[in-house]
């Protein structure tokens, strides 16, 4: 008999997915953050290399419903967030589901949950503090250590990878780097090569290093988090050179203006925020060996 009807996850794996989502909520509602709702559906989506949304056909004529606008199922809800700082929001965070297209494996499904917040203030190392906190308080599993990328790919690579193009710093941080990471304790990697900045501030040095940070768990990625680039116009040629890359790759380009760059060319409060892989997050907690033993209905069963 056909049974792809039932769930990937059992019944007791979903009763601890949710006692852990109650503990995030828990972690946040204690610190005074305020939990929002943004449009998963947006006129407006992160530009990035690597992320490829999905695209979705507002119609207005069910009789033809391959006409009408172009929106965007959001890979983050990192835009609409910072509108709300922009507003005069101070602390927020937000557990939504995300898309992204073609992800899928042990740790991938096009739909996931985020966990996702920013707080006004918080500067490179209150943002990373944030994060351990919040590691410790749901995995238990010690202090993280933080350690530079830097340092991570001498020490796991035998390279300096500050000034080796993209490709392959992602390469050998696939294969040599990630998955050593996090086993002792939770690992926050940080201070990036500044090509790999995303929507980070660049620090000036020697080399440059982006202010982003993420967090490594039995080398497993859960989270990544920016100081906070402030400055449209950064903003806008990055969203240039990232659609540059694209069309580059065979890729579609995407919206390089936004309702966000509207919001920062008004003004981006100083700030510091994060996006956590809720999923994953499951995964690490449990002891699961992917990430559809952790949801219900992953994409084969959707």
């Not at 937000?94 to 203030?121: C, D, S």
Request: charged content about 25%; proline content about 6%; overall charge negative.
């Amino acid at each position: 008999m056909d049974r792809d009807f039932l769930p990937t996850a059992m019944l007791d794996m979903l009763r601890r997915r949710a006692d852990l989502l109650r503990k995030v909520r828990q972690f946040f509602d204690s610190r005074g953050f305020l939990e929002v709702e943004t449009p998963i559906l947006s006129h407006d989506v992160v530009v990035d290399r690597h992320l490829d949304p999905l695209r979705v056909t507002l119609f207005t004529d069910p009789r033809e419903p391959t006409r009408g606008q172009t929106l965007w199922l959001q890979t983050s809800p990192e835009f609409a967030m910072k509108r709300l700082l922009a507003a005069g929001a101070t602390a927020i965070y937000q557990i939504t589901k995300v898309f992204r297209g073609g992800e899928a494996g042990r740790l991938h499904n096009p739909e996931f949950t985020m966990v996702e917040w920013y707080r006004v203030g918080d500067d490179y190392a209150a943002g990373m503090d944030l994060l351990a906190g919040l590691a410790d308080s749901i995995l238990g599993r010690g202090q993280a250590e933080r350690l530079s990328f830097a340092e991570a790919f001498r020490r796991h690579a035998d390279i300096d990878p500050h000034g080796l193009p993209d490709y392959e710093i992602d390469q050998l941080l696939t294969s040599k780097v990630e998955q050593r990471l996090g086993h002792e304790r939770p690992t926050i990697l940080h201070d990036y090569p500044a090509s790999q900045s995303a929507l980070a501030r660049v620090r000036p040095g020697h080399p440059p290093v982006a202010e982003r940070f993420e967090l490594y768990v039995d080398g497993i990625e859960l989270a990544n988090g920016y100081h906070e680039l402030l400055d449209p116009a950064i903003l806008r040629e990055r969203n240039r050179q990232y659609n540059a890359a694209r069309a580059a790759d065979g890729k579609y380009t995407l919206p390089e203006e936004s309702r966000l760059l509207a919001a920062m060319d008004h003004g981006l409060p100083a700030c510091s925020g994060c996006a956590l892989g809720f999923d994953r997050l499951v995964m690490v907690a449990t002891g699961a060996k992917s990430i559809q033993e952790v949801m219900a209905f992953p994409i084969e069963r959707a």
